[in-house]
Structure formats: C-alpha cells, structure tokens
C-alpha cells in the first residue's frame, strides 16, 4: 500500500487522533476545506444532541510546514468537547459509571464483550462508535486535496432514506451540487427532501430509527487506475471494503450493479472513441469500473446504511451479567445519520482512489505524480 493511516481515540475520550503516511511532498492543505468536510458530516435532518456540543476541526501536529506536506507522516487530533462531560467515565485515567450490560441488537456491544472478555460493553462501544468517523473525514479531505490537484473531484448524494430510493445515473451538476449541500437531507429535490423529513419524524415519534442509502462519485479519473490481475488490487473490491468499513454500512453497489435482471445488451455500455475524447461510452451503467479498474467514466458507487440500532423503543435482549432477558439500554444517538454518512463514504472513496492514482502514478513529490498522469493521459488517447 502507497498511503496508510491509523486513529485511535474513544466516542467519550479527550479526542481521535490519526497518523497518515505516504502523501507526497509539496500538496498544500487547505485547513479551512478540512473542517469543511468536518462541518459538513456534523450536519443532517435527524441526527441527536451530541451535534449541538462538539464543533469538530482537525489540529495538524505533524507533517506539515506551512500548510504545504513535506512527505513526512502527517499528524492531527480532533479533539472532542463532550469529554468534558465524561471526563470521569471515559478515559485512560479514569473508569467511571454504570456498568453497560443490556447489549443492544445490532451493535458491535455482545459480540465485543465476549471476544475481549470484557464485562461492561461501553469498552466496546465507545470505539465502536460512529464518532471515530470525524478523524477518517479529516483523512479523506488530505486524500481529496490530493486527487484534487490531479483533476479528481469527489462528491455524494443520499439517494435514499426508508424504502423509496432514486436512482441518478450521473454525477451532480454543479448547480446540483450547491442545492445538495444547502439541503439538510443532501439531496438536491426538496420534494423527496420533505418526504424523508416526514420520515424521520415519524420514526423519532416512535422511538426508532432509520437508515437509507447514498451514492459517492468521483470524475477526472484516468482508464485504468486499479488492476485486474489480483482481486487484492481490484478497484471495486477495495471501494467496497473501504465503504462496509464505515459503521452501519450493510451493503456497496458498483454502478448498476444490482441490476441484474437486464439483459446483457442492457447491462453493459458500448465503447466509442474520438481524437477530441478518447475513449467515452454513452452510458455509465458500469458506474466508472470495469475489471477492478477504472474506464474513464465517473466513478459511482453507493452504500446502504441500516438504521442505527440504538433505539428509545428498545428490542428484546439479554443482560450481559446476569444473562436474563431485558431490554437494550438506550443512549443519546441519533435517529437517522444518512447525510452524514455520506460525507464519510466520500472520505473512504477518496482515500482509496489517492492510494491507487499513487500506486499508478506515485512519486515523491507532487510535481512528479502531476506530470506522470499527464503524460499517461497522453499515451492513451
Ligand atoms: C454514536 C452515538 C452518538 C452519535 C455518535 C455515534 O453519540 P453520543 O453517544 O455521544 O450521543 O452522535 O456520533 C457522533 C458522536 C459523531 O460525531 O458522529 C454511536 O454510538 O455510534
């Protein structure tokens, strides 16, 4: 692998922490793009009162020397205000609280307490926790700033929240983008927007939750970025891996590929060429990837998040000490996190498309990673 990352940090601790290696030197980091991805996962219709403490930014330790990488691992925290509230509960020095035994159905709490052989599940939880996500969104704005000096942009769409789903086959306009990013549901049709607002409520009312699906595009990819000839280096595979790696993704589709009832002839997209284009196809159904590589058209992948599992009108379960039925805990959560897990998949997309443009093209300096694509890009027409 050319870029590699690790975090650490707890939900309730002082803060997430990340080491990223393997950026090129000379990319400058727009700080300010940085927490605007930060801000930006924070946001969306539903979600619980843990948003209204934190106001989340990303602090460079390391790696950087005036806001322009010197190719040495790069270092940042995200600090998290609600520590305070928990200082004595959650920490390296303290271990506070009612211990958390009703695991809830459908959380990591069970299954992580008896493999570590822990007795109170909020050691689980507290890594588990979708809260981490805020420092691989921070992650995913260095990888942007990267391909994005490489003419890749990324953006996403909720397509769906509840049953009813859209299906767009090309990324947002740049008008649709804007309406994308003022909506409080990350859709660019109020109308559906209303709907899915009737939604959330309607479940908030009953104490439940609720989950939906988002799509992640990327253009200004060259054909063929990713590999065929080991499933370890399919495109595909590690988008998909990437995105079931964010929490509560249950599911990852290439394109249309569920689709699987058309006939072939309606499956696949016809190859054309002109000296102006290159190669270009008229439809996209592939979602940008054929063979584990990248065709030339945008990239459009989509996610599938469930309903987070942590519910007011709690689900049947059994009491991690005392193993007699009851009924799971209930915690502040949120009621449905959608929009803000596609901020999240842009982030995994867009780090996993750097590594791969790296492996392609990589050098260690921007300059050279730059002038490798274009000279690709010019062999290939
Ligand atoms: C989460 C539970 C909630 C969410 C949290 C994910 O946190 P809390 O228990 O503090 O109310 O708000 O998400 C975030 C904190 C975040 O930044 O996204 C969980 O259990 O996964």
Redesign the pocket.
Known sequence: MTLRYLTAGE??GPALVAIAEGFPAGLAVDFEAVDRDLRR??KGYG?????K??T?AAQFLAGLRGGVTTGAPIALAVWNK?HENWKDLVSPYARGGRKFTQVRPG?ADLAGALKYGLDDARDV?ER????S??VIVALGALAKALLSSLGVEVCSRVVAIGPRDIRPDAPPTAEQRAAIEASDLHVDDEALAAEWRALIDAEKARGGSIGGAFDVYATGLPIGVGSHVHPDRRLDARLAGALCGV??IRAVEIGDGTQVGRPGYEFHDAIHHDPARGFWRETNRAGGLEGGMTDGMPLRVRAYMKP?P?MLHPLATVDLATRQATQARY????VC?VP?AAVVGEAVVAWELANALLEKFGGDAVEDVRRAVEAYAARIR
């Open positions: 939900s309730h996962r924070q979600r619980g009162g843990r948003m403490i934190e989340d609600d959380h939880l588990a926790s979708a809260r996500t805020a929490q509560a987070i942590t915690e502040r959560s949120d996190a803000a």
